[in-house]
């Protein structure tokens, strides 16, 4: 570790853990320690160990871990999880939801219905945080973070804290250009009334699809790979003859191939492996190269 940091340290309120298991922070279940991982008490304790840390201290932040694949060999430095009770708050204003960076999808469900506050159920059925949503413009049913996004408060890797516009990102499909020294801290969302019982039945009816055509219950990221302009992922790969591939303790699902699982034995480079052979093959059989969904992060081993 860095003497440098400790000073630094010495100043925090919140948790600090020290080589942190990331199987443990991760949908699939797999990756190294990080060597520091600190999950701040409020935007005052973040903003004072931004401002405090070292330079040449590597500072990574990582929402709910749904749509990451960590290395093996884990990730040096500094890894930030907004995971306390300050980082998971919504207010409502002239139908503006802000929700704080840290909260998970999920927990938007009874928040809608007991507000009548439509536009926003797809987001309840993407796995994670919504801080996380932003920087891979999340989305499904045929919408996108882009599309609900009013504006964000970020801070930056030297303390400091604005707010930006949705063309500041930059979105495209199921991507933005994040600069990597931003942090999100909240994000203003636009909303409009529905009925109750109306957010009810879609929210109800998106998890019985997902629950009828995806992994459920299991060690998966989500999507593994983007889906290409005017094609689907899972075709190509079922195409491709794919869709059985199985590396160590990791391969695709038999409900939706364009998901990985991880079986319960996987390691980060089994799945990582898995991957790269399934990009290839596409390759070679289609002349289509997919891209990753998931988020990879870290050394390898």
């Known amino acids: 570790m860095n003497h440098n940091i400790e000073k630094t340290l010495n100043l925090l309120k919140g948790k600090i853990l020290f080589n942190e298991p990331l199987s443990k922070h991760t949908w699939l279940g797999v990756g190294g320690p990080a060597e520091i991982m ?123 804290i604005q707010t930006v516009a949705p063309q500041d990102f930059h979105f495209s499909y199921r991507s933005s250009d994040f600069p990597n020294d931003w942090i999100i801290i909240s994000l203003n969302l636009k909303t409009y009334h529905k009925n109750a019982d109306e957010i009810r039945k879609i929210l109800q009816e998106q998890d019985d699809y997902r629950k009828q055509r995806q992994p459920y219950n299991q060690k998966t990221a989500g999507s593994t790979f983007k889906n290409p302009s005017e094609k689907r992922a899972w075709e190509l790969i079922k195409q491709s003859e794919c869709e059985n591939l199985r590396i160590g303790g990791a391969k695709m699902s038999e409900k939706h191939c364009n998901f990985m699982i991880n079986t319960g034995q996987a390691t980060a480079s089994d799945c990582e492996e898995l991957g790269e052979e399934i990009i290839k093959r596409v390759k070679e059989k289609t002349g289509v190269l997919l891209e990753w969904e998931i988020q990879r992060l870290g050394q390898k081993k």
């Open 38 to 160: 600190f999950f701040p008490q409020d935007i005052d304790d973040l903003k004072l160990f931004l401002q405090n840390k070292p330079d040449d201290v590597p500072t990574h932040i990582i929402g709910g871990g749904a749509n990451i694949l960590v290395r093996d060999g884990g990730i040096k430095g500094v890894v930030i999880k907004l995971d306390t009770p300050y980082f998971k708050n919504l207010t409502l204003s002239d139908q503006i939801l802000t929700c704080s960076a840290g909260l998970k999808n999920a927990s938007l469900k009874k928040f809608l219905i007991e507000h009548e506050i439509g536009g926003l159920e797809f987001l309840c059925s993407i796995p994670g945080t919504l801080g996380g949503s932003i920087k891979t413009n999340a989305g499904c049913f045929g919408h996108s973070v882009s599309d609900i996004l009013h504006s964000a408060t970020i801070i930056d890797l030297k303390g400091n």
